[in-house]
């Protein structure tokens, strides 16, 4: 590949008066602040930590772009053998980021002898790795005395199920078995500045996992009913990977955000039902959705849904407040781009496994679908 190295261990003419003449200056002013307040963090040299698969594996592609359009030199960290995984998105687009003058290396982050090699040349490392202690450890320890931010990915999983206020805030109670609640306490009594994100579902082009549509799309695009767990009005919220880039990309040169957590989501939320509804709606497709008891068919091991079956939903007012961050991404809007994707994709043609959906409708007292 490309760039990489292998490591081991935007006047319209108006009358003008003074109160236009006013508003123009005020805006003007606000400009050229902003534009001063932007060049004030070019040129961070950054590190991006990034894993090796699953759901959070893109976020290190679309960080990286955001980064360097910003004018930032950014250094990725890929966990895992390059060989094995270059072929599979997101890494597929590595070469393109070496072209946009990205540094791609290959090495373990949780190994202390690749960590210490690139320790003290970087202002800012994004971990975007690990899951625990030991695999974030050596990378907080190498880094704390040196850089201006140690951010870190958590996850939105870690908040303790609420049935009075479901929404999830900053302080909502987490809990302490999950393994990021470890590196959250470590980072916060290591003496690090740092930045803790923590993202709910995210979907957009060169995921590394299952997008959390395609369950829906499977069945919405051959006419078949969408089996639900029940009672379907779980509210949970899909992020684009694009507006996560853009949030963790405002910490950088703002002190605001140092010693902070964020939830890393939309400020749009759609239950369970609705994420049906909505693909039926873009592709033109009636839709019926089955509800059945989890108890009797459990969503994940059984039916292969990619959601909790449970409210999980997150308020991101916060970094709207503190980061000055706005989502630019609607889903309803970008249904369209991902249905266009996954036909692309060959997936509509491929033989899903559809005995469980049977199971459930014939339990329903449905006819089972023949597709």
Known sequence: MRGTVAMDSKFLGKRLNKTSIAKARKNASAERGGRLARLAVRNENVLIANTKGGGHAFIGLYLARKLTSDGHKVTILNDGDASKVTAKAPYDQYDKLADEGVEILWGSPADEGVVQGLAGKFDVVYDNNGKDLDTCKPLIDAFKGTVKNFVFVSSAGMYKPDNIEPCAIEDSER?????????????????????????????????????????????????????????????????????????????????????KSFNLCSDRYISLAGIANMCGKVAGKDVEIVLYDPKTFDPKKDVGFPMRASHFFASPQKAKEELGWTPSHRLMEDLEEVIADYKASGRLEKDIDFSVDDKILASAGKVPVSV
């Open 175 to 259: 809990k302490s078995s999950a393994g990021h609640y470890g590196v959250e306490e470590y980072l916060a009594e290591s003496g690090a500045p740092f930045t803790i994100f923590r993202p709910l579902y995210i979907y957009g082009k060169f995921t590394a996992k299952g997008a959390y549509l395609d369950f829906y799309l499977d069945r919405t695009m051959r006419g078949r009913p969408v089996p639900i767990p029940a009672p379907g009005i779980q509210m949970t919220s899909l992020t684009h990977v694009e507006d996560v880039a853009s949030m963790m990309s405002m910490v950088i040169g703002n002190d605001k955000a140092i010693g």
